[in-house]
């Protein structure tokens, strides 16, 4: 069965900071990966996705990789700001069509 | 920029109650999820729905949980008689394979309470 881990649980960080959110998987035959935000008690909201053929995917302040055969993933947020203050999911989609998603990583940026 | 609907955003419900969950996938979306997140827990699976029919379910989706397509637009998750452990934020998606896979879109959920 496929296990997501995501480090760290909880980062705080000043604003302005670049940062990196790492994400692990143990079975490496995914299809896709996808990158989403969570703030407290709403809905996920998706901020990026990497097919199994790519390496990485940007989108504004946002960049995520994929390294499939070490089973990896990392977000970068570069200069980060308050508002960026939430948690951050990882999930992968294997050949049958679920997602398994990590703990998260909750990530405070202080002013 | 399309949106998966989800219906109500909190319900609270006695324990043994039937609850039904109700949600509008985006309209071109032919795949249709149901996940669960238990507070302080991950994002968990419970079911997918393809062509009127269930194609994956996990084993939390057992005999009190059931899905249907009534209408052509709405899908609902019915729980027949809730237990204090339903109590979960539960969250609808769809997604379009139509060639290449675009992802999920989530809706923003429904915070079910059992007391």
């Known amino acids: 069965k496929q296990e997501v881990t995501q480090i760290p649980a909880a980062l705080s960080v000043p604003e302005g900071e670049n940062l990196v959110l790492n994400c692990s998987f143990t079975?490496?035959?995914?299809?896709?990966l996808q990158w989403f935000r969570q703030d407290p008690g709403k809905g996920l909201t998706s901020l990026l996705l990497?097919?199994?053929?790519?390496r990485e995917q940007t989108s504004g302040r946002l960049n995520a990789s994929l390294d499939k055969s070490s089973g990896r993933s990392t977000l970068y947020i570069a200069a980060s700001q308050p508002g960026d203050s939430a948690t951050y999911l990882c999930?992968?989609?294997?050949?049958?069509?679920?997602?398994?998603f990590g703990s998260g990583t909750k990530l405070n940026v202080k002013p | 920029e399309p949106e998966v609907t989800q219906t109500p955003s909190h319900q609270v419900t006695q324990m043994g109650q039937e609850v039904i969950l109700r949600c509008v996938p985006i309209?071109?979306?032919?795949?249709f999820y149901w996940y669960r997140q238990i507070l302080g827990q991950k994002v968990e699976f419970l079911v997918s729905?393809?062509?009127?029919?269930?194609?994956?379910k996990s084993e939390i989706f057992d005999d009190q949980f059931s899905v249907e397509r009534p209408d052509g637009s709405n899908f609902t998750l019915k729980i027949r008689s809730t237990k204090l452990e339903d109590s979960a934020m539960y969250f609808c998606?769809?997604?379009?394979?139509?060639?290449?896979?675009?992802?999920?879109?989530f809706g923003s959920g429904t915070r079910l309470t059992v007391v």
């Open positions: 999930a992968v989609r294997g050949n049958f069509n679920k997602f398994y």
């Open positions: 990497i097919q199994s053929s790519q």
């Open positions: 998606a769809s997604s379009d394979h139509r060639g290449r896979d675009y992802g999920y879109t």
């Open positions: 729905f393809y062509n009127n029919e269930i194609s994956e």
């Open positions: 079975d490496s035959a995914i299809y896709n």
């Open positions: 309209s071109n979306h032919l795949y």
